[in-house]
Each structure stands twice: as structure tokens, then as C-alpha cells.
């Protein structure tokens, strides 16, 4: 499984922000990070309306974390982006089973099981975890 760019950078992102610890124009942001100015700007409209950054206007304006790297998680980062975390598409609640199944079938207890692995895994990493050579709890 591959998540999308725009996830890959939303990570980079608020690392970017955790490892300065103050505020940063979107322009610095842009540039440390690697992703154009513009879909930094995309993707930093998406973590302020989800609370994980700060955004001030003005001279002094930027953006910030809007808590600390210890409560931030990757999971939610990526679901900011994305939106829940699913490995395929028979979690969505849309979904129909081609296969006519009234329980889960044989596919979708296993890739409920994956799910959950990686869901869990993705939340035991902080920012500060991250920070810190990639070392969660």
C-alpha cells in the first residue's frame, strides 16, 4: 500500500513544524519541506481546520502546531488528509459486496485484521516519537 502524496507531505509538514518549535511562514515551509508553496498552502488549510496547526496573519503571521509533537500522531496526520484509514474499500460505509455477503467474507476478515495492525501502528508514532529517531513507546 502506498499513501498519496498529499498524505506523504502533510507528515513532512508537521514535521517541519514540530522540529522548529515556533513559528514559520508558509513560504519557509514550502522550501524545507519540498512540496510547492501552493499545495503546502492546500494541505495547511486542511491541518488548521483539523486543529493540529495554528495559522496568524500579518507581518508576523505563519503557522504553528496547535498542540504539542507528543499529541500528535501519524494517524492523525494521515486522516486529516485522507480521511479514516482503510486498506480497501469494502470498510467504506458506501461499499456494497459484489460477492452478496450479509457477514464479512473471507477477504474482509483479513483486511480488517491489516487494518487494524496499521491503524494502531500509525497511532503509536508521535511527532515526538519522530523527533526522536523514530522511536515510539
Do not use: W
Request: with cysteine; glycine share 6%; aromatic share 8%.
Amino acid at each position: 500500500m502506498c499513501l498519496t502524496l498529499e498524505s506523504d507531505y502533510a507528515v513532512r509538514i508537521i514535521g517541519c513544524l514540530a522540529s522548529e518549535n515556533k513559528r514559520i511562514d508558509a513560504k519557509n515551509i514550502s522550501e524545507r519541506t519540498g512540496v510547492s508553496l501552493r499545495f503546502s498552502l492546500k494541505i495547511l488549510r486542511k491541518l488548521v481546520s483539523a486543529g493540529l496547526v495554528r495559522s496568524f496573519k500579518g507581518m508576523q503571521g505563519g503557522y504553528e502546531l496547535a498542540r504539542s509533537p507528543a499529541e500528535i500522531t501519524m494517524l492523525d496526520v494521515i486522516e486529516t488528509v485522507e480521511g479514516d484509514y482503510y486498506l480497501n474499500r469494502c470498510h467504506e460505509d458506501e461499499f456494497v459486496c459484489t460477492r452478496g455477503a450479509k457477514d464479512c467474507c473471507c477477504y474482509q476478515n483479513v483486511f480488517n485484521e491489516i487494518n487494524e495492525t496499521v491503524s494502531k501502528k500509525l497511532a503509536s508514532y508521535t511527532f515526538a516519537d519522530l523527533l526522536n529517531n523514530g522511536k515510539s513507546k
